[in-house]
């Protein structure tokens, strides 16, 4: 059964900073890997989707890395803005089905 | 335009009573889902459909019955609600079933309180 895990459950950073959010997940055997954000009593809006075969994919000032061995992702924000301030979740997908992570709550002070 | 839309967006309703969630999309995919967020935020998968045939059904009360009329439509009826149905629920959509690297997209999620 696969089970997936984010780390940290909370975060607070200064604007400005540079900060890495942690997923990762026990099967290996995935289709693929992908980040979205939820905003408070909103849905949830992709960001990033990465294949099994891929490595990583960027947009903007979001990074995120996907190492399938060790199984573990991580989404990498730079120069965080208060506007970034949100749930991040990270969800893996297997035959069809999407199985997320508790998220990270993120808190960018101005 | 609305690529996933649902209704209502708020629902309360005493216990026993049976409701019904709507969903649908007009991005033209063949997967439709059904996801329960509880109040400690854990999403967490109930149903697939793809081209209205069930696909993945999670360890979910029979209480839960989703149709699917077509493959824009996905709707989920709850029959006799419990105090514990109180969630988020979100329908999700995405182009291919079982295989593919697609983006799943999501509706904006109906709050569900039984009270």
């Known amino acids: 059964k696969q089970e997936v895990t984010q780390i940290p459950a909370a975060l607070s950073v200064p604007e400005g900073e540079n900060l890495v959010l942690n997923c990762s997940f026990t099967?290996?055997?995935?289709?693929?890997l992908q980040w979205f954000r939820q905003d408070p009593g909103k849905g949830l809006t992709s960001l990033l989707l990465i294949q099994s075969s891929q490595r990583e994919q960027t947009s903007g000032r979001l990074n995120a890395s996907l190492d399938k061995s060790s199984g573990r992702s991580t989404l990498y924000i730079a120069a965080s803005q208060p506007g970034d301030s949100a749930t991040y979740l990270c969800?893996?997908?297997?035959?069809?089905?999407?199985?997320f992570g508790d998220g990270t709550t993120l808190t960018v002070k101005p | 335009d609305t690529a996933v839309s649902q209704t209502p967006k708020y629902l309360v309703t005493q216990m026993g009573n049976d409701k019904s969630i709507k969903c649908e999309q007009n991005?033209?995919?063949?997967?439709m889902y059904w996801y329960k967020q509880d109040s400690k935020k854990f999403l967490k998968i109930m149903f697939s459909?793809?081209?209205?045939?069930?696909?993945i059904n999670e360890t979910v009360p029979n209480r839960f019955s989703p149709k699917s009329p077509d493959k824009a439509h996905l709707n989920l009826h709850i029959n006799s609600l419990e105090l514990g149905d109180s969630a988020v629920y979100f329908c999700?959509?995405?182009?291919?079933?079982?295989?593919?690297?697609?983006?799943?997209?999501f509706g904006p999620g109906t709050r569900l309180t039984v009270l």
């Open positions: 999700a959509s995405r182009e291919t079933g079982l295989a593919g690297p697609d983006t799943q997209y």
């Open positions: 991005l033209g995919h063949d997967t």
């Open positions: 969800a893996v997908v297997y035959a069809g089905k999407s199985t």
């Open positions: 099967d290996s055997a995935i289709y693929n």
């Open positions: 459909y793809n081209n209205k045939e069930l696909i």
